[in-house]
């Protein structure tokens, strides 16, 4: 990801989610020397992003969206691969992640990659206050 492409990623956090990031939250985010920031492109046109930090012995996910005509073909499961094998390399042992108790279609891709809900976060989102799982995968 470069730049140039944090508008069309702010732009489809927007789609995706009700309370997502801000234009200025994904810009943060992004200039931060710690997180790294992937996307998926068909063309020009983003269609899939993930950003995630790693920090000591800790990858944590912070954000993946895929547009909706874009879902279920894979993509948000190359981008968790990527991040995990990136997180390996850099020495991460542990993975974190929160997870809208809701979000039933994520909750089953982060299974599918061994995630474990480990705690619940109570009405964790702002738009809804909505709960929360925390969920941990033991990276070997």
Not at 42 to 56: Q, R
Not at 107 to 136: C, P, V
Request: net charge negative; with cysteine; aromatic share 12%.
């Amino acid at each position: 990801m470069v730049a140039d492409d944090i508008d069309q990623v702010a732009a489809l956090e927007q789609l995706l989610f009700p309370d997502g990031w801000s234009l200025w939250a994904i810009r943060k985010e992004f200039e931060k020397p710690y997180t790294h920031c992937w996307d998926a492109k068909t063309g020009e046109k983003i269609i899939g992003y993930i950003f995630f930090s790693i920090v000591a012995d800790e990858l944590e996910l912070a954000d993946i969206g895929i547009a909706p005509a874009f879902q279920k073909q894979g993509i948000a499961s190359a981008l968790l691969s990527q991040m995990l094998i990136i997180g390996k390399k850099a020495g991460a042992r542990l993975a974190l992640l929160e997870v809208r108790t809701t979000n039933y279609a994520a909750i089953a891709l982060y299974e599918k990659f061994g995630f474990k809900t480990i705690n619940i976060r109570k009405k964790y989102y702002q738009h809804d206050l909505s709960d929360a799982f925390i969920m941990s995968l033991t990276i070997v």
